[in-house]
């Protein structure tokens, strides 16, 4: 099992670019979270979903931010127009109804 | 409100002497708990869930309801154990985990 898988590992973009995540969860796993770990405020939820609905987004920093989860193997968080304060390390998980939650490596965001 | 405290964000100790991480949460109902560990610039990863009662890598935590702690406590630290340590809480019949902000522990030679 390849586990979480997260792409891009690094992006590096300028504020107002659009910005697109990637994850691929655990196969089987139901639920799929999106993360985002900062210095200050450690790691916050952004959004997670079951069976890809969105159950809670309350997390979702404003309406810049979006995600989807179109189907069981693939999901998008989406940053449009990015700003340097959105720049961290966003990390994607996933777990089942049996297990316990599984990280991916993480995405790192720099926004100049 | 859920919540989960760390109050140390750094933690510094040398080889060989005892270490105990804080957390404490907020929460009226019956909480499951959970530390994670990140080791450098690599993904997190479960090291202990109260319900399992087991000890990883000399690592163990007690949930303590009467104090709403569960606190992470190892009696020799090593310079491996050095990692980012996350505590973090299930509610009931929740999928989601909350996080506390995180100790940085660092294990001096």
């Known amino acids: 099992d390849a586990g979480v898988i997260q792409s891009p590992r690094h992006e590096v973009t300028e504020m107002g670019q659009e910005v697109t995540l990637r994850c691929k969860p655990i196969?089987?796993?139901?639920?799929l979270f999106w993360y985002r770990q900062t210095m200050m405020r450690g790691l916050e939820l952004l959004i997670y979903?079951?069976?890809?609905?969105?159950?809670?987004d309350s997390g979702m920093p404003e309406d810049r931010f979006s995600a989807k989860m179109p189907n069981a193997s693939f999901s998008t968080l989406k940053i449009q127009p990015s700003e340097p304060r959105d720049s961290a390390v966003y990390f994607c998980?996933?777990?089942?109804?049996?297990?316990?939650?599984?990280f991916g490596n993480g995405t790192r965001l720099t926004v100049t | 409100a859920q919540r989960v405290t760390q109050p140390e964000k750094l933690l510094s100790v040398f080889k060989g002497a005892p270490v105990e991480l804080k957390c404490n949460y907020s929460?009226?109902?019956?909480?499951?708990l959970f530390w994670y560990v990140q080791y450098s610039r690599q993904r997190l990863q479960l090291l202990l869930r109260?319900?399992s009662r087991e000890s990883i890598k000399g690592f163990t935590a007690d949930l303590n309801k009467g104090e709403t702690s569960f606190h992470l406590k190892k009696p020799f630290a090593q310079e491996e154990d050095s990692a980012m340590y996350y505590c973090?809480?299930?509610?009931?019949?929740?999928?989601?985990?909350?996080f506390g902000s995180g100790t940085r522990l660092l294990v001096r030679p």
């Open positions: 929460y009226s109902g019956s909480p499951e």
């Open positions: 973090a809480l299930r509610v009931d019949s929740s999928y989601k985990l909350i």
């Open positions: 196969s089987g796993h139901n639920s």
């Open positions: 979903f079951n069976n890809n609905v969105p159950i809670d």
């Open positions: 998980a996933s777990r089942s109804q049996y297990s316990v939650i599984h």
């Open positions: 109260h319900i």
